[in-house]
């Protein structure tokens, strides 16, 4: 099913719940038919939300009677276009305003790298879309999807960390870890201590490196499958 179908699709109940860009809900004018159950950090590219554009070949913006705007989300365009002749456009929207025909268009970017290569200006930002999961009841199983969904994706920027720790290094170990919360500390068998904690994946091969110079050992890292802050 096509992303713009899905928002009917729930809302008219032939889905219990779909998942699509917030942008597909706002230009069926579903936002009062569908539930938010939850925002998803999930995109082609990058992990922030798309945006729906105005793009020109400068910066000003006019709406005029005499303008002519290619839109690939016509009734949003309209939630800023008051004036200006709006005709919808299937895609290709930063060629068509090279050809000289229209004088804007309204598109989505995520990292507007296609605009700014067309020679193109962002000239207004009317709306950011995540993407979300949507219901038209909310269910207990439905809002538990909708958390071991977004569980999944915020897990992929944390790593678990495991370490063995003699007890006169304890002390300096214990304050270098930047977990989220406490680290888990268990005696050994043998004397010292087994310490683990979920930490930050961007900074780990410096959080090692600071470990292992502080007296850590037998250092271990695993990816996390789901990051449920319950």
Same mark, same amino acid.
């Given at each position: 099913?096509?992303?713009? #179908?899905?928002?009917?699709?729930?809302? #008219?109940?032939?889905?219990?719940?779909?998942?699509?860009?917030?942008?597909?809900? %706002?230009?069926?004018?579903?936002?009062?038919?569908?539930?938010?159950?939850?925002? /998803?950090?999930?995109?082609?590219?990058?992990? %922030?939300?798309?945006?729906? &554009?105005?793009?020109?070949?400068?910066?000003?913006?006019?709406?005029?009677?005499?303008?002519?705007?290619?839109? =690939?989300?016509?009734?949003?365009?309209?939630?800023?276009?008051?004036?200006?002749?709006?005709?919808?456009?299937?895609?290709?929207?930063?060629?068509?305003?090279?050809?000289?025909?229209?004088?804007?268009?309204?598109?989505?970017? =995520?990292?507007?790298?296609?605009?700014?290569?067309?020679?193109?200006?962002?000239?207004?930002?009317?709306?950011?879309?995540?993407?979300?999961?949507?219901?038209?009841?909310?269910?207990?199983?439905?809002?538990?999807?909708?958390?071991?969904?977004?569980?999944?994706?915020?897990?992929?920027?944390?790593?678990?960390?495991?370490?063995?720790?003699?007890?006169?290094?304890?002390?300096?170990?214990?304050?270098?870890?930047?977990?989220?919360? $406490?680290?888990?500390? $268990?005696?050994?068998?043998?004397?010292?201590?087994?310490?683990?904690?979920? &930490?930050?994946?961007? $900074?780990?091969? #410096?959080?090692?490196?600071?470990?292992?110079?502080?007296?850590?050992?037998?250092? /271990?890292?695993? #990816?996390?499958?789901?990051?449920?802050?319950?």
């Amino acid at each position: 099913m096509r992303p713009g #179908d899905i928002p009917e699709a729930v809302a #008219d109940g032939v889905l219990d719940f779909g998942i699509c860009g917030w942008d597909q809900v %706002v230009e069926k004018k579903m936002e009062n038919s569908v539930i938010k159950v939850v925002e /998803l950090p999930y995109g082609k590219k990058t992990r %922030v939300a798309v945006r729906v &554009v105005v793009i020109g070949k400068n910066e000003k913006f006019v709406d005029r009677p005499d303008i002519l705007v290619a839109a =690939e989300y016509p009734n949003i365009a309209k939630k800023i276009f008051k004036k200006a002749k709006i005709r919808r456009s299937d895609g290709g929207t930063e060629q068509k305003l090279d050809l000289g025909k229209y004088s804007f268009g309204v598109c989505v970017t =995520e990292t507007g790298k296609s605009i700014r290569e067309n020679g193109l200006k962002i000239v207004r930002v009317i709306l950011e879309s995540p993407v979300v999961l949507i219901a038209q009841k909310l269910t207990p199983q439905i809002q538990l999807l909708g958390d071991l969904l977004l569980g999944a994706l915020n897990a992929e920027k944390y790593l678990l960390i495991k370490m063995n720790v003699e007890k006169r290094f304890y002390g300096r170990i214990i304050n270098s870890i930047p977990a989220l919360k $406490s680290p888990t500390v $268990s005696r050994l068998l043998r004397g010292g201590y087994a310490i683990e904690a979920v &930490v930050k994946k961007d $900074s780990i091969a #410096d959080l090692i490196i600071l470990l292992c110079r502080k007296g850590a050992t037998d250092v /271990l890292t695993t #990816d996390i499958c789901r990051f449920l802050d319950c």
